[in-house]
């Protein structure tokens, strides 16, 4: 993180304007002279950019993969461009880029996950015979909803399928395995 002009690194070592880690960026393999991130124009001021070590032409604000390094965090951080993993968050670091120890900002959010819980409620038999309707379904008994044991994102009530009040395995049409066919 520049402060002061001044860059912060891994334990804490600071280094000066005249002795920070600095990149040769090659201005002349640029394609676009535009932030990946933002795509706004980059300035030729080296200290305010950071060009990728996996993907030559392809240059940053350092405030954007700053910013970038903070959402994704450590787990997640890759190269924006080519989706490297290993030299470029080596590189980053290098640059002073802190890169949090921590889940994602979207995986710290309340309820990021709130959808995963909730069962799937929907009788997908082609017929259903359930007079109060596919969505409607008791707890117990020949209108209880079954899930693939599959995939458990299709259901049927145990009548519409013909299966047996003991049943507690079921498999849709994508997941059951077809009947070989002979010759």
């Known amino acids: 993180m520049i402060n002061q002009n001044q860059v912060y690194l ?6 000066c304007e005249k002795h920070r880690p600095t990149q040769d960026i ?24 950071i060009q990728s070590p996996c993907c030559s032409q392809t240059i940053y604000h350092r405030k954007c993969i700053q910013k970038y390094a903070h959402t994704s965090a450590k787990h997640f951080f890759k190269c924006p ?10 590189e980053m670091l290098r640059m002073g880029i802190h890169i949090p120890d921590r889940d994602a900002a979207w ?3 309340p309820g990021a996950f709130s959808d ?17 309707g596919r969505d409607i379904f008791e ?26 009040s ?8 994508e997941c059951a395995p077809s009947p070989e066919v002979t010759d």
Do not use: M
């Not at 891994?10 to 280094?15: A, E, G, V």
């Not at 461009?81 to 080596?90: D, G, K, L, S, Y």
């Open 26 to 49: 090659q201005w002349g393999n640029v394609g676009e002279e535009g932030c990946v991130l933002c795509c706004e124009d980059l300035s030729h001021a080296s200290v305010e950019n």
């Open 107 to 109: 995986e710290l959010e």
């Open 81 to 90: 461009h080519c989706n490297n993993r290993e030299e470029f968050p080596q």
């Open 166 to 173: 003991n049943s507690k395995k079921w498999e849709c049409e």
């Open 10 to 15: 891994l334990c804490h070592r600071s280094f």
């Open 139 to 164: 707890d117990e008994g020949r209108w209880s909803l079954i899930l693939c044991a599959t995939c458990g994102s299709q259901g049927t009530h145990r009548d519409c399928s013909s299966l047996r």
């Open 116 to 132: 995963l819980y909730q069962r799937y409620q929907h009788c997908d038999a082609p017929i259903c015979l359930y007079e109060q």
